[in-house]
């Protein structure tokens, strides 16, 4: 959901995509193609090229030419004569945005000589700046490997401290919940063809929303969480576990979700529409998982063991991500795409106010406190002080699994 904007904007990059009628069309019947048209600013002139396979060997047929807004403008008709292979549609911009360019058969008694006619859709998009599309896609990677590292400062702390005192139980508890509610809803519609028919089927001429990085990042996110509750398990955690109210929550989401898979299974909901379950335990996670950790440092009047690492870094993602919606927007003319879906935006700027919070914890209210890991910090200097570098190489291997302690 995070990097969906990023992998879109990946395609657009991407010359010679095709939008065909149908593959393997029947004897007497015929197919056609359009090549993808480059993106273009505001006031320029390109054009759509296509193609019509085998080469059309009828009586000349007549098109009725569409699009889905003003943004462009296309001749009314497109005329395919006797011997014609290919050709093209000239294209003059008149406003920033994205469109469709659609196909009808002009008379009844044309139709069904191009099967599948209304799958064949080209799209065009036009921007104000194209260098804004590069700074965009720019911006794109570096949020993506600021959440993709943001992982890592709180998995170290834990182990240089041996501990995971001070790290909300209830917060990496619903984290794993929100991640593999996330990772199964990109992996099914990344990999699955049937899901992808679907969702197609409901979005006619639409892109599959979940890209190659989107499941990257959600599977790699998983593991990182599962780092974290490996260590959990084998550091110091004082008195630390998950409270009534976290698991209260989670038996609701996954009670949810299993009765969601036995509706789907009975065919009463479509495969999609339970996916689309998946996406919305995500975002009711990302709604209350940073509130047991605030709590627990206002409890102890200490960030000791919540790791700043990550908040910086997530921080830096969110706000990246939250400016490329808005360069999106103004680049497209198309300021639905962030006010318009209010949970998207919300949930982005509801991330990014609790990381100013933590940092307000961090540095401002408790940056000299220390009393609720005071002696446990004097224990563990006292002890790394005495440790060899090889003594640290085992220790190291040995939590990796890779010796015996």
């Not at 599977?219 to 576990?241: D, E, S």
Request: charged content about 15%; overall charge neutral; hydrophobic content about 45%.
């Amino acid at each position: 959901m995070k990097l969906k904007c990023f992998g879109l904007l990946l395609t657009l990059l991407v010359a010679g995509v095709r939008s065909c009628s149908y593959a393997n069309p029947e004897e007497g019947l015929y197919r056609l193609c359009l090549q993808s048209v480059d993106t273009v600013e505001v006031g320029q002139n390109t054009s759509l090229l296509f193609s019509v396979q085998p080469v059309f060997r009828n009586e000349a047929l007549t098109l009725t030419i569409r699009t889905d807004n003003d943004t462009i403008e296309v001749p009314s008709q497109l005329e395919i004569a006797n011997g014609t292979s290919d050709g093209s549609v000239n294209i003059h911009t008149l406003a920033a945005g994205k469109t469709k360019i659609r196909f009808n058969y002009s008379s009844d008694a044309e139709e069904a000589l191009i099967v599948s006619l209304d799958r064949v859709i080209g799209e065009v998009d036009v921007v104000h700046s194209k260098a804004l599309v590069i700074i965009t896609a720019v911006i794109g990677w570096l949020y993506f490997a600021a959440w993709s590292i943001s992982f890592y400062p709180q998995i170290i702390l834990n182990f240089y401290r041996r501990s995971v005192v001070g790290l909300s139980f209830d917060y990496i508890a619903l984290n794993i919940t929100g991640f593999t509610a996330y990772s199964a809803f990109n992996c099914a519609l990344f990999w699955s063809t049937a899901i992808q028919a679907q969702y197609l089927d409901k979005n006619p001429g639409g892109v599959i929303p979940v890209q190659d990085n989107d499941v990257a990042f959600s599977l790699h996110a998983v593991f990182a969480t599962l780092v974290v509750i490996g260590q959990c398990l084998v550091f110091k955690r004082g008195k630390q576990k998950v409270s009534i109210v976290a698991i209260i929550i989670l038996v609701i989401l996954w009670l949810f979700v299993f009765i969601s898979l036995f509706v789907a299974v009975g065919k009463k909901l479509h495969w999609l529409e339970f996916l689309y379950f998946f996406s919305y335990v995500k975002l009711a996670v990302t709604l209350v998982k940073y509130i047991p950790q605030a709590y627990l440092n206002f409890k102890r009047k200490s960030t000791e063991g919540w790791s700043i690492g990550n908040v910086l870094l997530d921080f830096t993602g969110g706000t990246l991500s939250i400016l490329q919606m808005f360069l999106l927007s103004y680049n497209y003319d198309d300021w639905s795409s962030t006010f318009g879906d209010p949970t998207k935006f919300g949930l982005g700027l509801f991330s990014v106010l609790f990381d100013i919070l933590f940092m307000f914890q961090h540095y401002v209210c408790y940056r000299k406190s220390e009393k609720a890991t005071k002696e446990e910090e004097k224990g563990l200097l006292s002890d790394s002080s005495e440790q060899t570098p090889s003594s640290r190489a085992m220790k190291l291997l040995s939590f990796l699994g890779l010796v015996n302690s």
